[in-house]
Every structure is written in structure tokens, then in C-alpha cells.
């Protein structure tokens, strides 16, 4: 029988190949599970792990059993209340068990029908935001690039233990003890050649004095021979490394919210939701993404996270003075030519009159066509207002660039967003 024996290193725990085949192998009942937290849980709540339960049934295995009849010989290690050819009185009461099977209820109250795990942040997140990307993303020319790779470029004399070059280093030391035992061997042997010479002499003829001389001369050539280090210093090669600009797709979200006297706490607390939400999608989808926050009522103005977040403002609303701001910011800041431009825009849908209509020039004529992406969430109740009418209009203008939804409760947040976000199939 052949056993196929899995070595392949595993993470920080032990059991992480097989932890990964059950989340890949039960992806649908985890993904489920998963939605339904999501809803019940505050999004500021969404950095930490949950709890899954999968029922039994869906967990089950199929196994090798045997058939009804025949004989069989049972060995029970430990028994010592019955023999061979005892019978075993039936399980007394209604429940025909002790709860610990199926259907049973367990006398210390719990029972084996769901499998019970924790997924950790890690894996809570990636369902989350599964299937979620930021659209049209592109790759920008490469300038003022900051990010580098180191790449090997060949070897050096030079350089630090943890970079030596075994291989290079040996074959180094092997060239080296060649050229420098070469001329040495060829004197030895031609000094053993004239001894031999001289020793078959008629002892008549032969000289002591160049015998003890050529003895000398092999002793001294043998000692130097030996002198010749099997590596040296001057073998050492080690790695060389340089640092090889990388190309990068670098996008930068503006996170633009109105926080003027029509938006009450709760449509604040939705908004800040919504983006808090957009933040940890960003921070896990890319590594080079910089984040803008606008706020603004009858005034735009670039603020902090925490003052975007936390800090409360009063007075009337002109939408367009943010969407001037944000052009202002990406033509000092931004270029397109560099950057993917991205923006999200949270609103109770009140505007200051004909100022909608601005706010769509203002999008069509200038943002539009530098930005990726703009997305917007209405959060309110009500019949929508002037300013998502005129939103309707840039929608149809640049349906694959424009998306507008709108949310009633915290619970429309996940669904708003997994629809604004979704990933796009490729033409």
C-alpha cells in the first residue's frame, strides 16, 4: 500500500492546511453564517472574530459499515460487567438515549447536532469582503515612485554573513588552492623525480650532500602544501542586492460627508458606519491607498479621521462646495496620470436650491472624467430630493463609473456597500 505523507510547512499553528480545505470545503454555510453576523453586529464591531455554527447533518461524512448478520467477534478493552452471550437491557425513557445523539436532549443541557468554531479576524474579514473590489482600478505610469524591491544582481566581494554565497564562496576557494598548489606540485614532483634519480646511482656515484639537499626541498614544498588554507577570506562571495523601483497602482478614496443641521445623529452614525466599513475594505484590498475626508454643510472643508468622525457641526447644506474641494485637492495633490481617484459621498439627499444642478455640472463637466469611481448613499426614509434626481442624470451619463444607493437602517449598510463594491466580471 502506497501512504502519501503531506510535509509541506505549515503556518504558525499546526493544523493551518487543514483548517484552510474546511473553510474552502464549507465556503457557503460559513459565508451565510457570516452575512448574518454582519447584520446583527455594529460595523465598528467588525475587527474582531465570530462564532460559527454548521448542523451536523452538513458536516457528515461517509463512512464504511458493517451489514446486518453474520458472526463477529468483538473485543471491548476495559469490560468487566459482561461476558459473551450476556444481553443488554434496553436504554429506559421516551428520548431513547442521553441527548448526546441526534434529536436527543442532553441532561447538562448541550448536544452534539452543530459544529461549533471561531473564525479569527483574518478569516472574518475575507468573508466579509468576499467578492468585493475597487472597480476600473488602473496602472499608472511610473513616476516619483517611492516603493522599491530589493533584487539580486549577481555577487560581490563584499557584504554581510547572512548574504554569503556558499556555492560561489567554495568555487571560489577551489579556484584559489588549484593556482596556488599548481606551480608548488610541479616543484615537488620534479624534486621527487631528481631524489629518485639520484638514489638509483651506483653509491660510488652518488652525492650525499644533493640527497640531503633534495630531501630538504621536498619537506619544505610538502610544508607549504599544507600552508595553503582551505578557504580564505578573500573567497568569500555574498549576494548582491538592489533596490529595483517596482510599479505600483497607487488610488487614494475621498470620503465626502455632509454634516449640516438635516443630518440628525442617526444619519451620522450611518454614515460614519458606512465609512468605517470602507476603511477596513481599503486597508485589506491595497497597500499604497491614501484617504481624504471632506466634510461640509454650507462650507467644505479637509479634516482628520477623527475630527471626520467625532466632531459635530451645524448649519445648511451646499453640496457643491465638497465636490470643488475634492477637484481643488486632486489637481494640487492627485494627479490622474499617477493616481486611481476614487469617491464616496454619504448624504441625506437635502441641498440648498439650484445648487444640485451645480453639483451635476460640476461632476460631468470636471470629475467625472478623472475619477475611477464615485459612489453615493442617500441615508433617509423619505421621497428622494433634487440632488439625487440630478445624481440620476451623471448615473446615466457614466453608468460603469457612477453608483447611487440608498440606506433606511444600520441593517442596509452591508448589503449598500456589497452592492456599490461588487466585483465587476471583465468584458
Same mark, same amino acid.
Given at each position: 500500500?502506497?501512504?502519501?505523507?503531506?510535509?509541506?510547512?505549515?503556518?504558525?499553528?499546526?493544523?493551518?492546511?487543514?483548517?484552510?480545505?474546511?473553510?474552502?470545503?464549507?465556503?457557503?454555510?460559513?459565508?451565510?453564517?457570516?452575512?448574518?453576523?454582519?447584520?446583527?453586529?455594529?460595523?465598528?464591531?467588525?475587527?474582531?472574530?465570530?462564532? #460559527?455554527?454548521?448542523?451536523?447533518?452538513?458536516?457528515?461524512?461517509?463512512?464504511?459499515?458493517? =451489514?446486518?448478520?453474520?458472526?463477529?467477534?468483538?473485543?471491548? +478493552?476495559?469490560?468487566?460487567?459482561?461476558?459473551?452471550?450476556?444481553?443488554?437491557?434496553?436504554?429506559?425513557?421516551?428520548?431513547?438515549?442521553?441527548?448526546?445523539?441526534?434529536?436527543?436532549?442532553?441532561?447538562?443541557?448541550?448536544?452534539?447536532?452543530?459544529?461549533?468554531?471561531?473564525?479569527?479576524?483574518?478569516?472574518?474579514?475575507?468573508?466579509?469582503?468576499?467578492?468585493?473590489?475597487?472597480?476600473?482600478?488602473?496602472?499608472?505610469?511610473?513616476?516619483?515612485?517611492?516603493?522599491?524591491?530589493?533584487?539580486?544582481?549577481?555577487?560581490?566581494?563584499?557584504?554581510?554573513?547572512?548574504?554569503?554565497? #556558499?556555492?560561489?564562496?567554495?568555487?571560489?576557494?577551489?579556484?584559489?588552492?588549484?593556482?596556488?598548489?599548481?606551480?608548488?606540485?610541479?616543484?615537488?614532483?620534479?624534486?621527487?623525480?631528481?631524489?629518485?634519480?639520484?638514489?638509483?646511482?651506483? +653509491?660510488?656515484?652518488?652525492?650525499?650532500?644533493?640527497?640531503?639537499?633534495?630531501?630538504?626541498?621536498?619537506?619544505?614544498?610538502?610544508?607549504?602544501?599544507?600552508?595553503?588554507?582551505?578557504?580564505?577570506?578573500?573567497?568569500?562571495?555574498?549576494?548582491?542586492?538592489?533596490?529595483?523601483?517596482?510599479?505600483?497602482?497607487?488610488?487614494?478614496?475621498?470620503?465626502?460627508?455632509?454634516?449640516?443641521?438635516?443630518?440628525?445623529?442617526?444619519?451620522?452614525?450611518?454614515?460614519?458606519?458606512?465609512?468605517?466599513?470602507?476603511?477596513?475594505?481599503?486597508?485589506?484590498?491595497?497597500?499604497?491607498?491614501?484617504?481624504?475626508?471632506?466634510?461640509?454643510?454650507?462650507?467644505?472643508?479637509?479634516?482628520?479621521?477623527?475630527?471626520?468622525?467625532?466632531?459635530?457641526?451645524?448649519? =445648511?447644506?451646499?453640496?457643491?462646495?465638497?465636490?470643488?474641494?475634492?477637484?481643488?485637492?486632486?489637481?494640487?495633490?492627485?494627479?490622474?496620470?499617477? &493616481?486611481?481617484?476614487?469617491?464616496?459621498?454619504?448624504?441625506?439627499?437635502?441641498? &440648498?436650491?439650484?445648487?444640485?444642478?451645480?453639483?451635476?455640472?460640476?461632476?460631468?463637466?470636471?470629475?467625472?472624467?478623472?475619477?475611477?469611481?464615485?459612489?453615493?448613499?442617500?441615508?433617509? +426614509?423619505?421621497?428622494?430630493?433634487?440632488? &439625487?434626481?440630478?445624481?440620476?442624470?451623471?448615473?446615466?451619463?457614466?453608468?460603469?463609473?457612477?453608483?447611487?444607493?440608498?440606506?433606511?437602517?444600520?441593517?442596509?449598510?452591508?448589503?449598500?456597500?456589497?452592492?456599490?463594491?461588487?466585483?465587476?466580471?471583465?468584458?
Amino acid at each position: 500500500m502506497t501512504y502519501f505523507i503531506d510535509r509541506r510547512a505549515n503556518a504558525k499553528h499546526k493544523s493551518a492546511v487543514n483548517r484552510q480545505r474546511f473553510l474552502d470545503r464549507y465556503r457557503t454555510h460559513i459565508k451565510r453564517s457570516v452575512e448574518e453576523a454582519v447584520n446583527r453586529r455594529s460595523i465598528t464591531d467588525m475587527e474582531r472574530g465570530e462564532k #460559527i455554527s454548521i448542523p451536523s447533518r452538513d458536516i457528515s461524512e461517509p463512512v464504511f459499515q458493517h =451489514g446486518s448478520g453474520g458472526r463477529r467477534s468483538i473485543i471491548a +478493552p476495559g469490560n468487566r460487567e459482561f461476558e459473551e452471550g450476556d444481553r443488554l437491557r434496553r436504554p429506559g425513557g421516551s428520548g431513547g438515549g442521553d441527548g448526546s445523539g441526534e434529536g436527543g436532549a442532553s441532561n447538562q443541557g448541550e448536544g452534539v447536532d452543530e459544529f461549533a468554531f471561531t473564525l479569527t479576524r483574518e478569516e472574518f474579514l475575507e468573508f466579509v469582503f468576499d467578492g468585493l473590489e475597487l472597480p476600473h482600478l488602473e496602472r499608472k505610469p511610473l513616476v516619483d515612485v517611492e516603493e522599491v524591491r530589493p533584487v539580486r544582481a549577481g555577487v560581490s566581494r563584499d557584504g554581510v554573513p547572512a548574504r554569503i554565497n #556558499i556555492v560561489r564562496s567554495m568555487r571560489e576557494a577551489q579556484a584559489r588552492r588549484i593556482a596556488m598548489r599548481a606551480p608548488i606540485r610541479r616543484a615537488l614532483r620534479e624534486a621527487q623525480e631528481a631524489l629518485a634519480l639520484e638514489e638509483r646511482k651506483d +653509491p660510488v656515484l652518488r652525492n650525499p650532500a644533493r640527497v640531503q639537499e633534495l630531501k630538504a626541498e621536498i619537506e619544505r614544498l610538502e610544508k607549504r602544501l599544507e600552508a595553503v588554507p582551505f578557504i580564505d577570506t578573500y573567497d568569500l562571495r555574498y549576494n548582491h542586492l538592489i533596490n529595483q523601483p517596482q510599479p505600483s497602482s497607487k488610488a487614494v478614496m475621498f470620503c465626502v460627508m455632509d454634516v449640516s443641521g438635516s443630518m440628525t445623529q442617526a444619519h451620522k452614525d450611518i454614515a460614519k458606519r458606512f465609512f468605517l466599513l470602507l476603511y477596513l475594505f481599503l486597508e485589506r484590498s491595497y497597500e499604497r491607498v491614501e484617504l481624504v475626508f471632506v466634510r461640509h454643510h454650507t462650507a467644505a472643508k479637509e479634516v482628520d479621521e477623527e475630527e471626520f468622525f467625532y466632531s459635530r457641526e451645524t448649519g =445648511g447644506t451646499i453640496v457643491s462646495s465638497a465636490l470643488t474641494l475634492v477637484d481643488e485637492i486632486i489637481d494640487k495633490r492627485y494627479p490622474p496620470a499617477q &493616481w486611481n481617484l476614487y469617491v464616496a459621498q454619504a448624504s441625506d439627499g437635502d441641498n &440648498w436650491d439650484d445648487d444640485s444642478v451645480n453639483c451635476r455640472e460640476l461632476l460631468s463637466n470636471s470629475l467625472m472624467s478623472r475619477l475611477q469611481y464615485f459612489t453615493y448613499v442617500e441615508i433617509t +426614509p423619505h421621497a428622494h430630493q433634487a440632488l &439625487w434626481e440630478e445624481y440620476e442624470r451623471v448615473e446615466a451619463e457614466y453608468p460603469d463609473r457612477f453608483a447611487m444607493r440608498q440606506i433606511v437602517e444600520p441593517g442596509d449598510i452591508y448589503p449598500v456597500f456589497r452592492a456599490l463594491f461588487k466585483r465587476r466580471e471583465s468584458a
